[in-house]
T-cell receptor, first 110, second 111 residues
């Protein structure tokens, strides 16, 4: 099993550009999550999903959108990127409450 | 609103010494998780604590949970350099499977 995979690993965006961060898992987990981690901080939940077709906001959802059309995939969309969205983004999936994290995407908005 | 506080945030210790990291949280929960993060890397699951009084040990690390005190501890025994990393605790919000993370404790073990 590949576990949780994320693409790209690194990305630089200009202010106002849009992009989609990809996340996939092959463990057949129903729950999936997107977090952001700012320097020296813990993780903050952006959006989560309890299954295909069901998503909900976390603590910091502004400026982001998600969709969940399949169990495996949970993409995160950034519309009109802003410098405040410079961060490391982690995707995770869970089974019986234990979360497994992807390798992360380091995003810089200039 | 659930708040999770870790202390200390920075810890520098010598090899061979013992120390404890504390994780306090503000609302009732009986699920707590400890993760390790190396610089530039993802989070690695260390311990899953699912009930009051739970104690788990792996190598030089031992974690415990007191749900009545809303406190978890991560005890390090005879530290070695390889334990240098940032350690996060995370608390489940009332069984929702949504986690709230502490700010992390950056541990540096010096030879």
């Amino acid at each position: 099993n590949a576990g949780v995979t994320q693409t790209p690993k690194f990305r630089i965006l200009k202010i106002g550009q849009s992009m989609t961060l990809q996340c996939a898992q092959d463990m057949n987990h129903n729950y999936m999550y997107w977090y952001r981690q700012d320097p020296g901080m813990g993780l903050k939940l952006i959006y989560y999903s309890v299954g295909a077709g069901i998503t909900d906001k976390g603590e910091v959802p502004n400026g982001y959108n998600v969709s969940r059309s399949t169990t495996e995939d949970f993409p995160l969309r950034l519309e009109l990127a802003a410098p405040s969205q410079t961060s490391v983004y982690f995707c995770a999936s869970s089974r019986q409450a234990e979360q497994f994290f992807g390798p992360g995407t380091r995003l810089t908005v200039l | 609103e659930l708040k999770v506080e870790q202390n200390p945030l920075f810890l520098s210790m010598q090899e061979g010494k013992n120390y404890t990291i504390y994780c306090n949280y503000s609302t009732t929960s009986d699920r707590l998780y400890w993760y390790r993060q190396d610089p530039g890397k993802s989070l690695e699951s260390l311990f899953v604590l699912l009930s009051n009084g739970a104690v788990k040990q792996e190598g030089r690390l031992m974690a415990s949970l007191d749900t009545k005190a809303r406190l978890s501890t991560l005890h390090i025994t005879a530290a070695v350099h390889d334990l240098s990393a940032t350690y996060f605790c995370a608390v489940d919000q009332g069984g929702s499977e949504k986690l709230v993370f502490g700010k992390g404790t950056k541990l540096t073990v010096n030879p």
